[in-house]
């Protein structure tokens, strides 16, 4: 669930990356006083290099010193989501099915919040991740951060 100034920079934001030909994957605001950062994670068919990041990046700050919506100093990065990369929205979790995933709850489910396992897919609005034995339906707004955990042969 976005707060009212993560969905006022994502409104600011996305048209930006996508007119650019990349697709928005997500975005991060940590405030930090003096050392806020803002991440912006854009990604492609053809994978994302230090080049788009700057083009990208160049673009984005020439919107945000004109709309100005972040009061203070902040650092802005833009790169690719990685292979540990976040997941924000429904149609991410459904993209990631069957790759291995770890979440952090907004709060406790069972007297924990962290919880790594299976991605099986999505029902409705809910995630459902298979634990050890178990399988859990987790509304999408109560996951505060999930990442797929990257395998490796």
Known sequence: MLSGKQRLLEELIRPVVEGLGFEFWGMEFVSQGKHSVLRVF??????????????????ISGVMDVEDPIAGEYALEVSSPGMDRPLYRLDQFERYAGHKVSLKLRMPFDGRRKFEGVLKGI???DVVVVVE?????????SID????????D
């Open 145 to 152: 951060k999930a990442n797929v955990v990257p395998q490796f």
């Open 42 to 59: 854009i990604d492609s068919e053809n994978g994302i290099m230090l080049e788009d990041c700057e083009v990208v990046s160049r673009q």
């Open 133 to 141: 034995d178990s399988e859990y339906l987790f509304p999408v707004d």
């Open 123 to 125: 029902e409705g609005s």
